[in-house]
Nanobody, 123 residues
């Protein structure tokens, strides 16, 4: 019922910047929050940043001051601006959304993940 499409990953040198985007589409009634998580090889998936539809944000300590999350409610899109990238930021970045969707009769809570986009930071 809901699809997430991520874009913007790639290879960048340390100190560089990237901007990730994630668009949610489908039978969406409303979005509660969107966020980004990442998973490096051999490590567990971890929170990077989240944002509510009202604009409240939460960041991992490791990215505070370097990454900025934003949301465009009209476009059901979340962005992650990543500056001053470090090699330890290398990971697959996943978009996540908590929302309410409709099946045509009823509304349901839903939690969805994107397919992931690779971010590689070279030293």
């Amino acid at each position: 019922q809901v699809q997430l499409v991520e874009s913007g990953g790639g290879l960048v040198q340390a100190g560089g910047s990237l901007r990730l985007s994630c668009v949610a589409s489908g039978s969406i009634f409303s979005i509660n929050s969107m966020g980004w998580y990442r998973q490096a090889p051999g490590k567990q998936r971890e929170l990077v940043a989240t944002i509510t539809s009202a604009g409240g944000t939460n960041y991992a300590d490791s990215v505070k001051g370097r990454f900025t999350i934003s949301i465009d409610n009209a476009k059901n899109t979340v962005y992650l601006q990543m500056n001053s990238l470090k090699p330890e930021d290398t990971a697959v970045y996943y978009c996540n959304v908590f929302l309410i969707y409709s099946d045509g009769r009823l509304h349901h809570n839903g939690n969805y993940w994107g397919q992931g986009t690779q971010v590689t930071v070279s030293s």
